[in-house]
């Protein structure tokens, strides 16, 4: 088995704790945005320290960034932090798994995103894979309850939030991987730990300059939540260095592929921790969303 694989489903593992405890706490104490500037102002301080270790122990000096990096890392880390508020903003309208499930969409944009940014294509059976996610998605954006035309029961705000995540994590997966194919480095622990200690710095300045003047008292309540927060940050670090060291290792779309493993654990997620309920619909269109993301793995090794 190639590394890049079971580095995808750790990271996978990790990702849905951290979305388990931003639900936690963005229904009680923290905004959307608040919720999401908590993992990234407290990891930053870990992958720092865990950088300065590394490079102190080993001798290493820190590799030259080149203005593509700085690009491919800025890109990148603006569209993850409106994808995970967009997240976020789902678990206020929608079942977890759901939440998730919407935000997977992800897989079947990064292979457009892919084609424009870095020329990677997908062939004709991965195209009928990313129809049949389509599908899904579309049984998925259907409110419980609501009438009147299909338009209307179909465009709601837990649809559209669902699949602008999936756009901006699509486009934050392919300039992570481009960030870390500019560093001169051939271990991909180092270029993956040095890209995501340059990208969390820069979000957790950023969101927190925008919290300091959009929604002031957010930072204080994000510190007054430590207890919980922390472990964001915590989960957050694992899960990050996992995916960017799978990104260093092989193509966005076929780690995302990959990483549709999320499903199955927010299912659980949904089921055992919330107590909450999936529908017989939800059902059939995770269920399309999961042959979606077979097709699309099936199609990699084609």
């Given at each position: 088995?190639?590394?890049?694989?079971?580095?995808?489903v750790a990271?996978?593992?990790?990702?849905?704790l951290?979305?388990?405890?931003?639900?936690?706490?963005s229904?009680?104490?923290?905004?959307?945005?608040?919720?999401?500037?908590?993992?990234?102002?407290?990891?930053?301080?870990?992958?720092?320290?865990?950088?300065?270790?590394?490079?102190?122990?080993?001798?290493?000096?820190l590799?030259?960034?080149?203005?593509?990096?700085?690009?491919?890392?800025?890109?990148?880390?603006?569209?993850?932090?409106?994808?995970?508020?967009?997240?976020v903003?789902?678990?206020?309208?929608?079942?977890?798994?759901?939440?998730?499930?919407?935000?997977?969409?992800?897989?079947?944009?990064?292979?457009?995103?892919?084609?424009?940014v870095?020329?990677?294509?997908?062939?004709?059976?991965?195209?009928?894979?990313?129809?049949?996610?389509?599908a899904g998605?579309?049984?998925l954006?259907?409110?419980?309850?609501?009438?009147?035309?299909?338009?209307?029961?179909?465009?709601?705000?837990?649809?559209?939030?669902?699949l602008?995540?999936?756009?901006?994590f699509?486009?934050?997966?392919?300039?992570?991987?481009?960030?870390?194919?500019?560093?001169?480095?051939d271990?991909?622990?180092?270029?993956?730990?040095?890209?995501?200690a340059?990208?969390?710095?820069?979000?957790?300045?950023?969101?927190g300059?925008?919290?300091?003047?959009?929604?002031?008292?957010?930072?204080?309540?994000?510190?007054?939540?430590?207890?919980?927060?922390?472990?964001?940050?915590?989960?957050?670090?694992a899960g990050?260095l996992?995916?960017?060291?799978?990104?260093?290792?092989?193509n966005?779309?076929?780690?995302?592929?990959?990483?549709?493993?999320?499903?199955?654990?927010?299912l659980?997620?949904?089921v055992?921790?919330?107590?909450?309920?999936?529908?017989?619909?939800?059902?059939?269109?995770?269920?399309?969303?999961?042959?979606?993301?077979?097709?699309?793995?099936?199609?990699?090794?084609?």
């Amino acid at each position: 088995m190639e590394l890049w694989i079971p580095v995808t489903v750790a990271a996978a593992f990790f990702q849905t704790l951290r979305f388990m405890l931003q639900k936690s706490v963005s229904t009680s104490d923290l905004t959307s945005a608040g919720a999401t500037f908590a993992r990234f102002f407290f990891s930053a301080p870990l992958v720092l320290t865990g950088v300065a270790l590394w490079l102190w122990g080993s001798g290493m000096a820190l590799p030259e960034f080149t203005t593509a990096f700085w690009i491919y890392g800025a890109i990148g880390g603006l569209a993850q932090i409106f994808a995970t508020i967009c997240v976020v903003a789902i678990f206020r309208t929608r079942n977890f798994a759901v939440g998730i499930t919407f935000k997977k969409t992800e897989v079947v944009q990064t292979a457009l995103v892919g084609l424009v940014v870095l020329g990677e294509g997908v062939s004709a059976w991965g195209f009928v894979a990313i129809v049949i996610g389509l599908a899904g998605v579309l049984l998925l954006s259907e409110t419980p309850g609501l009438t009147g035309h299909w338009l209307r029961r179909m465009a709601n705000r837990a649809a559209g939030l669902g699949l602008l995540s999936g756009f901006f994590f699509a486009i934050s997966g392919v300039c992570y991987r481009g960030a870390t194919l500019e560093i001169a480095s051939d271990l991909p622990a180092f270029r993956a730990a040095v890209t995501l200690a340059a990208v969390v710095t820069f979000q957790a300045l950023s969101l927190g300059l925008w919290l300091r003047l959009r929604e002031p008292g957010q930072i204080t309540r994000v510190w007054q939540a430590r207890r919980r927060a922390g472990w964001i940050g915590v989960t957050s670090l694992a899960g990050s260095l996992c995916w960017f060291t799978a990104f260093t290792l092989q193509n966005a779309a076929y780690v995302n592929a990959v990483g549709q493993v999320e499903l199955i654990l927010s299912l659980f997620a949904s089921v055992l921790v919330f107590h909450e309920k999936i529908t017989a619909r939800e059902g059939v269109g995770i269920a399309l969303l999961g042959v979606s993301i077979l097709g699309i793995v099936l199609a990699i090794g084609t």
